[in-house]
């Protein structure tokens, strides 16, 4: 495997820190070198942030921003009135979105975009619109860089003090992984 790099869009407080975080104890679980960190100043809640995992088969020297992803997941699509969402999007790469429209009417349509209503699944499993944990099960189907598995048990250590959460979390997970095995 080649260094593979993902760049999380999302506002402060949906939680794309902790997707960058946990992508990144999932890959470990599947015997994967990596790395997670965000990137963000004073941002304050709502505010458009980023944070990055890296993945590869060997020790990661690299130290810097991801400025060239394989992969973006977008977990608000709303940011993608002001900001470039694929910039530096590596050739044949990757857009996930969280969004119910196509990648045409969101203006994605020359890329490799794959829509999926994470929202949607949060609010029929979790019962809230937590998109961020949810929108890894997309990422697994789609890019085959992690199992499943080795996410529920990221899932587990992440959210160990609260069983409930880390068992909805891992169910929407699923249930995204699922929907995006049916579209492949």
């Not at 394989?70 to 979105?97: F, Q, R, W």
């Not at 085959?144 to 997970?173: H, M, P, T, W, Y």
Request: glycine share 10%; net charge positive; proline share 4%.
């Amino acid at each position: 495997m080649v260094l593979k790099e993902v760049r999380f869009h999302g506002r402060g407080g949906q939680g794309a820190v902790t997707s960058s975080q946990v992508l990144a104890v999932a890959a470990f679980h599947d015997g994967k070198f990596t790395q997670a960190f965000p990137n963000f100043g004073v941002e304050r809640t709502g505010a458009p942030i980023e944070s990055y995992t890296r993945i590869d088969d060997g020790p990661i020297d690299v130290r810097q921003h991801v400025y060239n992803p394989d992969y973006v997941i977008i977990l608000d699509p709303s940011l993608m009135a002001d900001l470039d969402m694929t910039k530096g999007l590596e050739k044949g790469g990757l857009v996930i979105v969280n969004s119910n429209k196509t990648p045409k009417e969101l203006g994605l349509g020359k890329f490799n975009t794959k829509c999926i209503d994470i929202t949607k699944v949060a609010l029929d499993v979790i019962g809230k619109p937590f998109v961020n944990i949810a929108a890894l099960g997309a990422f697994a189907s789609l890019s085959g860089e992690v199992s499943l598995k080795a996410l529920d048990k990221a899932i587990d250590e992440r959210f160990a003090a609260k069983g409930k959460i880390a068992a909805l979390n891992k169910e929407a997970c699923k249930v995204v992984f699922n929907k995006c095995e049916e579209v492949k």
